[in-house]
């Protein structure tokens, strides 16, 4: 079984992506997070490149990885510049990190109009760059940046580029799509011609702008790369780069190569939820490790899986530690609605008469607006509700919301006074904010979060509201779609109401309500 090395650049290229920026604690959790997975190396960027990237250069030398080895990355020297007197180049030399990524120019058009400079000085930046670094003692994989762009322009000299960085002793030979706008075609062919030329070890590192990053890798590593580079869920500049967690699943359960520790496939699912939560960027529908990715909703296709899972399913969800997903709607029939059921009630049978009772209550919410296709955990909370199931973990005593704008030109405020009771203890707390849902989600999870320390990894990743009856006008109904994440799981909730707030605070104290069972049914049973 080959191995496939992977290098993943979310602390550095997937900083590139719009709304992303990360603490410094966040930075470290997501090298703990890749290190469990077990990716190969870590990209995490220059102290050079700021004073947030210095604070967290000096943490590194704490932190103890187990699987990973962490990269530092770079540009070569400047035109007409000393490798030994680049700044940014002796910023990684002074580090303790032993494995550096370095970028130069593959592409003659970068060469004459962003460097302004000659095919000889760029080769030369490239070769006494990797020189410096190797002197220094450090192991350098070089980015051929732009060379398939590079390659079909100028094809004799992308490749002389990638020949001085492989003479100058660069361990690993990246060819970069940086643009993003090469297909598998292209990409097999360029690989497969560069793989017969060099003995240095051949990546991939390509950016997703025609939605063909992963199959544009996985074509690669079928063509001879043996290091894969993107980022975990695919976040990057522009379109994203390619998405890690895909193309690990798709080499090691698809063809057969062997990317992650044994046994660690499993932990896909979950370390890319983490780190979604950590972007708060949704997984939606994104293969292997979303919600969707194992989710039914036709009656027919429902039936089938539960005969036999490999009539709708590519593979066993467990493999990449996501479960199957039946979804309740109007197309899906009784097996659906029998299989929600029984994930509440194992017990229940198909014939139990309380069935027609569930149905009744369920035709009728979504004749209100209730859409339980996309808020299942809602419907789950409904079901449990209707049989006498659910005790509530918390009561809404007192309840106050003022929202209010001084001026014009002043912006909104809006304040939250909450009071609630657990069990008989009773916990008030307040909050601020500039929306109302935020200022309720705060005041509430302050008056719950010494009893139920959980709620404080729990993040709201999606927000959204859709008017029903809009020959209504303002009277309209609305549908409040809630999601949220504590970093492992994902879950969706709904509200339904004419008045946009009560239909948030429906949503967001079901999302409470579902965390908490959720964590009340992973305890462990008390040992008799």
Request: proline fraction near 3%; include cysteine.
């Amino acid at each position: 079984m080959e191995k496939i090395y992977t290098l993943d650049t979310t602390l550095r290229d997937g900083l590139q992506a719009q709304t992303v920026s990360f603490s410094l604690k966040d930075k470290l959790k997501i090298i703990r997070l890749l290190d469990k997975l077990g990716v190969d190396f870590i990209e995490v960027g220059n102290p050079a490149f700021g004073n947030a990237d210095e604070e967290f250069f000096k943490c590194l030398d704490s932190i103890k990885t187990v699987n990973s080895k962490i990269v530092t990355f770079s540009p070569t020297c400047r035109v007409g510049e000393e490798a030994k007197d680049s700044v940014v180049l002796n910023s990684i030399v002074n580090t303790n990190v032993k494995y550096c990524t370095v970028f130069g120019k593959a592409w003659k058009l970068h060469v004459d109009e962003v460097l302004k400079t000659t095919e000889e000085e760029n080769l030369r930046m490239i070769k006494d760059s990797i020189e410096y670094l190797r002197s220094k003692g450090k192991i350098v994989f070089f980015d051929g940046e732009h060379f398939f762009d590079g390659y079909k322009d100028n094809h004799d000299y992308a490749i002389e580029v990638l020949k001085t960085a492989a003479s100058a002793g660069a361990d690993t030979i990246v060819l970069c799509d940086t643009n993003g706008g090469s297909f598998p075609d292209d990409i097999k062919k360029a690989v497969r011609e560069v793989s017969k030329l060099f003995g240095a070890k051949l990546g991939i590192h390509v950016h997703n702008d025609c939605d063909m990053a992963v199959a544009n890798s996985v074509v690669a590593a079928s063509c001879g790369c043996v290091h894969i580079q993107g980022t975990l869920n695919g976040i990057g500049e522009r379109c994203g780069n390619a998405n890690l967690a895909t193309i690990i699943a798709n080499l090691q359960l698809k063809k057969g190569f062997k990317v992650l520790p044994e046994n660690n496939m499993e932990r896909l699912t979950e370390t890319s939820r983490a780190v979604a939560q950590i972007t708060n960027l949704s997984t939606t529908s994104m293969p292997y490790i979303s919600r969707n990715a194992f989710a039914h909703k036709a009656g027919m296709h429902v039936d089938a899986v539960m005969k036999n899972p490999v009539t709708f399913e590519h593979i066993d969800p467990s493999l990449v530690g996501n479960k199957r997903n039946f979804i309740l709607s109007e197309i899906s029939g009784k097996s659906a609605l029998f299989n929600v059921v029984r994930k509440v009630v194992p017990d229940m049978e198909r014939d139990d008469p309380k069935m027609d009772g569930l149905l009744k209550v369920l035709k009728q919410k979504e004749a209100d607006g209730y859409h339980f296709e996309v808020a299942q955990e809602s419907l789950e909370l409904l079901i449990k509700r209707q049989l006498g199931l659910h005790k509530p973990f918390f009561e809404v005593e007192k309840l106050k919301l003022i929202d209010e704008q001084i001026t014009e030109t002043s912006a909104n405020t809006s304040y939250v006074f909450i009071k609630v009771s657990v069990n008989g203890t009773e916990e008030i707390a307040a909050a601020e904010s500039d929306g109302p849902l935020h200022a309720l989600d705060q005041a509430l999870r302050k008056a719950l979060c010494n009893l139920y320390p959980s709620l404080q990894n729990v993040r709201m990743t999606d927000y959204k509201v859709r008017v029903l009856e809009s020959r209504s006008s303002t009277g309209s109904k609305v549908r409040v779609l809630i999601e949220c994440s504590d970093g492992v799981d994902v879950w969706n909730t709904v509200g339904v109401s004419v008045n946009i707030i009560e239909a948030s605070k429906m949503a967001l104290f079901d999302a409470i309500e579902y965390k908490l069972m959720k964590d009340t049914d992973k305890e462990p049973a008390p040992e008799e």
